[in-house]
């Protein structure tokens, strides 16, 4: 049987470069999410996210084609259901990339999955990555950073909690939570 791994943590914790980091171990497949948010410059529908209208994502719901959903800054996320069941067939560790109501959600459904929380060093560390970022407007970001106020007390609910100051000492760390090394 496969393991769901879920990684957590504001917006510019590092979520995406960490699971793009973990996810070339052959052990590991990286769950796309379904969001209704518009496209980054360098995402690709498919790669990053599936992108969908609101409709379309609605419609996912009354499927049952979500193992968890939630809005995040007015866009709904979600994870597909069918192919985290086809990872823990195929005893694979899947990872979600998700925001604390889908972990929280999944931890409920999946009590046995492994949840961990990726932290800044620091608010100031966190400003100055949305800015380098430089994806979102001033508003978004603003919005971005009081939603990483409440997702950081959330922090506790996570079995582990990871401090993502030195990009390799953070992937080598996960990954020995992970058994990956």
Not at 2 to 27: A, E, F, N, Y
């Amino acid at each position: 049987m496969g393991k769901i791994v879920i990684i957590s943590g504001p917006s510019g914790s590092g979520k995406t470069t960490v699971c793009k980091l973990l996810g070339k171990d052959r052990h590991v497949k990286k769950s796309v999410s379904v969001t209704t948010r518009p496209p980054r410059h360098n995402e690709k529908n498919g790669e990053s996210y599936y992108f969908v209208s609101t409709a379309e994502f609605e419609d996912m719901i009354q499927r049952n084609e979500l193992a968890e959903y939630a809005t995040y800054c007015g866009c709904y996320y979600g994870t597909p259901l069918k192919a985290l069941k086809e990872a823990l067939r195929n005893e694979i560790l899947y990872l979600l990339e998700i925001e604390v109501q889908g972990a929280l959600q999944i931890k409920e459904k999946f009590p046995e999955a492994i949840s961990i929380f990726l932290l800044p060093p620091d608010k100031k560390t966190l400003g100055q990555r949305l800015i380098k970022r430089n994806t979102n407007k001033e508003d978004d970001m603003r919005l971005r950073l009081k939603t990483a106020e409440k997702e950081l007390e959330y922090k506790d609910k996570y079995d582990y909690c990871v401090v993502n100051d030195d990009l390799e000492v953070t992937v080598n760390t996960i990954r020995k939570i992970l058994n990956l090394v």
